[in-house]
Nanobody, 113 residues
Framework: QVQLVESGGGLVQPGGSLRLSCVVSGSIFSIFAMRWFRQAPGKQRELVAAFTNGGTTNYADSVKGRFTISRDNDAKTVYLQMNNLKLEDTAVYYC???????WGQGTQVTVSS
């Protein structure tokens, strides 16, 4: 049984930072690419950042230079460091194991002054 649990969301002012965490239980974490998505109200879920199976990283253009995805295989955790947050970053953020239907429950990020 694989479970993903996100945490670290919250309310932050524009220009602030948050660090999201996604803890994975189960044995497949180390061999699958991990991804962060987000979904804002009334919008489709979009890919924010991802590890590929080759270990490289990809980012949405809207977050390049501000967000960083990282991982700790021993802790079975993937992180999303979000800096210089903008109002338009407000969304529920989800982690996902690529090519699977394994998703976390999401964590709310609200950027507001």
């Amino acid at each position: 049984q694989v479970q993903l649990v996100e945490s670290g969301g919250g309310l932050v002012q524009p220009g602030g930072s948050l660090r999201l965490s996604c803890v994975v239980s189960g044995s497949i974490f180390s061999i699958f690419a991990m991804r962060w998505f987000r979904q804002a109200p009334g919008k489709q879920r979009e890919l924010v950042a991802a590890f590929t199976n080759g270990g490289t990283t990809n980012y949405a253009d809207s977050v390049k230079g501000r967000f960083t995805i990282s991982r700790d295989n021993d802790a079975k955790t993937v992180y999303l460091q979000m800096n210089n947050l903008k109002l338009e970053d407000t969304a529920v953020y989800y982690c996902n194991i690529a090519a699977t239907d394994y998703w976390g429950q999401g964590t709310q990020v609200t950027v507001s002054s």
